[in-house]
């Protein structure tokens, strides 16, 4: 059986984001430390971790690359609260963007999505998915009674 795992590339913070991340996320975990071998580096070459049963690498590469929007993770959520959370969390020391959309304090892009925007936007109702569309696109975090209200013409 073949596995995919997303290998991100940290300036010397992957074992610091590792722990981050998995503070955030049930069933989440950090399985792996590799140091760098002796006389290479010092520090933590790689750390393995998972996020909702997941696995990742976060590799200490150095600071020729750095993450961009062109990937970023997506999460959803079930409910306001759990947005609510997650965007303070991820934000804090890091940068709002729009539509759900955010950096965190690493500069790995995550989108921060309600399951009821997904239902809302794609509502058979076309006028009604397009009014929900229209009020996540004038919106940092995502708000679920606000995208509710547009999508019923309130």
């Known amino acids: 059986m073949e596995r995919i795992t997303p290998c991100l590339w940290f300036d010397g913070k992957a074992e610091?984001?590792?722990?981050?991340?998995?503070?955030?996320?049930?069933d989440s975990k950090i399985?792996?430390?590799?140091p760098y071998?002796?006389?290479?580096?010092?520090?933590?070459?790689?750390?393995?971790f998972?996020?909702?049963g997941q696995q990742y690498v976060g590799l200490n590469g150095g600071p020729q690359f750095t993450f961009n929007e062109a990937v970023s993770f997506q999460i959803h959520c079930d409910d306001q609260a759990e947005v609510d959370r997650l965007w303070a969390a991820l934000t804090e020391g890091g940068e709002e963007g729009?539509?759900?959309?955010?950096?965190d304090r690493y500069g790995l892009s995550w989108q921060v999505i309600p399951v009821r925007l997904l239902e809302l936007v794609q509502d058979r109702d076309t006028g009604r998915a397009r009014r929900a569309m229209d009020?996540?696109?004038t919106m940092q975090k995502i708000d679920?009674?606000?995208?509710?209200?547009?999508?019923?013409g309130r």
């Open 98 to 103: 729009p539509c759900g959309w955010l950096k």
């Open 50 to 52: 998972e996020l909702n």
């Open 31 to 34: 399985t792996e430390v590799v």
């Open 37 to 48: 071998p002796e006389g290479i580096a010092a520090g933590t070459m790689t750390v393995v």
């Open 144 to 152: 679920v009674a606000t995208i509710e209200a547009a999508a019923d």
């Open 135 to 137: 009020a996540m696109m």
């Open 16 to 26: 610091e984001a590792a722990e981050f991340y998995v503070s955030l996320f049930p």
